[in-house]
Structure formats: C-alpha cells, structure tokens
C-alpha cells in the first residue's frame, strides 16, 4: 500500500464517538474507566456459537463478513469501550507455510511440527509477506472499522516470538514447553534467529493492521509462565522491545499517526519492572498480579497504563460478591491510567449476566470514584 492510499483510507473511516481507552492509554482524564474483555467474542456466546457450528473456527477467520459480525457481537450486549478484530495468534505460523488446525475440546494442532533447526526450511518459507498472506485480516479490520461507525475503538494484535516459536515446536499447548525450551539450551543461535525473523514478520503484520484501520495494537506474550526470569531477559524481553519500536518506527516512516501498544505477558510476574520500563504504552496484568505488586508499580511507574486483572473466574461468582471484587480492583489500580479488564481470556462457560454486571459495575463505580476525586479541586478552584 503506498502512503498516500494509507491516509486517505484513515480519513475515510467514521468519526470516533468514544475514545476513552485511548485517552486511558495517553494517561489523559477520562469520565469513567474504559472495559474491555480479552476474548470478549466466543464460546460464551450463543450467537457465536451458532455462526461456529456452519464454520470452521479459521473460516471464521478467514471470511472478513463473518469476522466481523462475530468481532461485533459482544458490542451489541455489553457497553464496551473496545472492540477487538477476531482472528488468532496462530495465523502468523499459518502464513509462513505451517499447517494449523483447530480441533474440538482440544484446541490447535499443528501437522507438522518443527523438531530441530533442519527442520525450519521445509517447515517455513521466509519470502512470504504479511501483507499478502495475511490480506484477510486487515480486510476484516477495514469492514470491521465502517461497521462500528466510531462507536469504539478497534483493536489489533498479535502472538509475540516467543508464544509463536513455542507453538511452532510443541505443535499444540503444553503444560511444560519443554520441547521447545530445550531448543533454548541447546539451539541457542537457531532459536534467536527464528525469534528474530518472527519479530520482523510480527511487526509488519501490526503494521498493516494499523494500516487497514486498527487503532490500538496488543501484543499477546502468552508463554511466559514457562521461562525462568533469565530466559524471559534473554529469548522474550528483547523481541517484545524490538517490536515496539519497530512498529512505532514504521508508522512515523509511513506518516500514521501514533496507535498505543500494549503488551500482555502472561505469567511474567518476574519481570514487571522491564514490562514497565519498555517502551509500551500500556502493560497488561494477569490475574496473578497481588494487589502488593499492583501498588508498587503504581508508584514506581505513574505514568504507565496498566490493565487488568480480574479472575476470570470471578464472574462464576454472586454479583454482590463480584461487585466487592470489582470495588476493590478499582480502588488498587485508581481510575486514572486504567483499563479494566479480565486477566486472561474469558472462559466458554462465563455467566453471560455477570459479563455485563462486569462491565456496567466498572463503569458506575469509576464515573462516582472520578466524580468525588474531582470535587475538591473544583472547591480550590472557586477559591
Ligand atoms: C494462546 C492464544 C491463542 N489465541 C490467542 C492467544 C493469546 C491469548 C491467550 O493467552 O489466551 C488470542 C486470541 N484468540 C482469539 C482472539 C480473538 C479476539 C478476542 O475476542 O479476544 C484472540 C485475541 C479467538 C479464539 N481462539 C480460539 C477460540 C475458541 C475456538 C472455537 O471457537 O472453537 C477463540 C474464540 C482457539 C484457540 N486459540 C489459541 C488457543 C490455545 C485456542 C484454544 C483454547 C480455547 O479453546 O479457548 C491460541
């Protein structure tokens, strides 16, 4: 796409009629705290279901009409402050040339793994293009952004190195990774340059979608639960900050304006201090984050956003008692400089009323919490 078609496409779009995550993200006053849920499009849903059971999941995926009625479908229930594109992380090795298929009540499988570095040459081809290969994607980003008509922000991601190369080698989950972290002791060269040629090809996947009408980007860091602190500084924390700025470079060179990035590392709770002090814009905490930790970053880091981090499983629990749990979250993490949100994906049998109790319980505690924080300052100002 050359860069005059770019900033037309972007004037194109629908004025945006909310823009309090972004404002969240640039650490500006917001009214009320924006919610997003990670998954907020699937299983729990009915009407996803019934588009899942005439689709394949990578149909899905892969039809941009189809992408974006179910990318939409949990903005029609719940009073969210983002939409998220519905795709996978999974379709970056689908592009390179792997097999990907995703099976019923077992999750994705790979065909064909890669075993030992031999095996990289057959396995993935490095002339492809993200561009190209991934055109339905920033197709489905485009429909997806006219359809919302500024309601929200759009959302774009993608699946960082490390979570993609552990994927490509254990060919499915894993409780251990330890095939793949065997590759980091004993394939020390060939593992960083698989990550280093995944960082390139992720950056110009984020990229296009910027391009094609994403607004915010996240980066999904999903395996990090497996690595010591010391694998995570050497085989993650360096490509994650290669992609920051790597994207945020090319932006500038294409005359974008600047989107915010988030990174979500699940599991990292050792490397907090790095996630802060890269250059993300927002950092993204699991649910194991202690309320500890939570303070701590917040004074170490006041202008960081951070979102997070309610128990998925939270929402299995009365609404008086999810209310309780939601106050408490507010109050730790403060209304400024926030994203509310679950701290990993929503499970298939989330109580569909306590999502929305979710959502609208934020948003009236934190509107009160802004309003009674701001009535001081307007008595000092009539002084
Ligand atoms: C590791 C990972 C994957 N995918 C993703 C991650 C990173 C986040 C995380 O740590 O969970 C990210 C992802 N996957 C999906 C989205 C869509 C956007 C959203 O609503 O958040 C996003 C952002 C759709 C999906 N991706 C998947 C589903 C369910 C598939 C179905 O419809 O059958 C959805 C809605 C499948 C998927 N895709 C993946 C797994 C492990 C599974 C199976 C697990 C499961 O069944 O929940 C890989």
């Not at 917001?30 to 394949?56: F, K």
């Not at 974008?256 to 950092?283: N, Q, T, W």
């Not at 202690?290 to 299995?316: F, H, M, W």
């Not at 507010?330 to 994906?345: C, V």
Request: charged residues 20%.
């Amino acid at each position: 796409m050359s860069d005059s078609t770019v900033k037309q496409n972007q004037d194109e779009f629908p004025p945006l009629k909310n823009n309090l995550i972004l404002r969240a993200c640039r650490g500006e006053p917001v009214e009320r705290v924006p919610i997003w849920i990670m998954r907020q499009a699937g299983r729990y849903l009915p009407e996803y279901l019934s588009i899942r059971s005439q689709n394949s999941f990578f149909d899905v995926c892969r039809t941009p009409s189809i992408c974006c009625e179910v990318t939409l479908q949990p903005l029609r229930r719940f009073d969210l402050d983002a939409a998220i594109i519905f795709s996978d992380i999974l379709v970056v090795p689908q592009a390179l040339g792997m097999q990907v298929d995703m099976i019923a009540k077992e999750g994705p499988r790979f065909a064909h793994p890669i075993n030992v570095p031999a095996d990289i040459k057959t396995a993935i081809d490095r002339t492809k293009q993200a561009s190209v290969e991934l055109k339905y994607v920033y197709d489905a980003i485009t429909l997806t952004r006219h359809a919302l008509d500024g309601r929200c922000p759009l959302i774009g991601f993608s699946g960082a190195p490390w979570t993609l190369m552990s994927y490509m080698i254990e060919g499915k989950g894993s409780e251990t990774h330890s095939k793949a972290k065997k590759w980091l002791y004993t394939y020390v060269e060939e593992s960083h340059d698989l990550l280093q040629f995944l960082t390139h090809f992720i950056i110009n996947h984020l990229v296009e979608q910027v391009c094609a009408g994403a607004q915010l980007l996240q980066l999904f860091e999903s395996h990090c639960g497996c690595l010591s602190h010391d694998l995570f500084v050497r085989f993650s924390l360096p490509y994650l900050r290669q992609i920051a700025k790597g994207v945020r470079d090319m932006l500038t060179r294409r005359q974008i304006p600047f989107v915010p990035l988030i990174i979500f590392a699940k599991d990292a709770h050792y490397a907090l201090d790095e996630l802060c002090s890269s250059s993300f814009d927002v950092v993204g905490l699991d649910w194991s984050i202690t309320r500890r930790q939570i303070r701590t970053l917040r004074e170490k880091y006041p202008s960081v956003t951070l979102q997070g981090n309610l128990d998925p499983c939270a929402l299995y629990a009365s609404q008086n008692d999810l209310e309780k749990m939601i106050k408490q979250m507010l109050e730790i993490f403060g209304p400024k400089n926030y994203i509310a949100n679950l701290g990993h994906g929503i499970y298939p049998d989330a109580n569909i009323d306590n999502v929305k109790h979710f959502v609208d319980t934020v948003h009236r505690i934190s509107k009160d919490m802004i309003k009674h924080e701001s009535v001081p300052k307007m008595i000092n100002a009539n002084k």
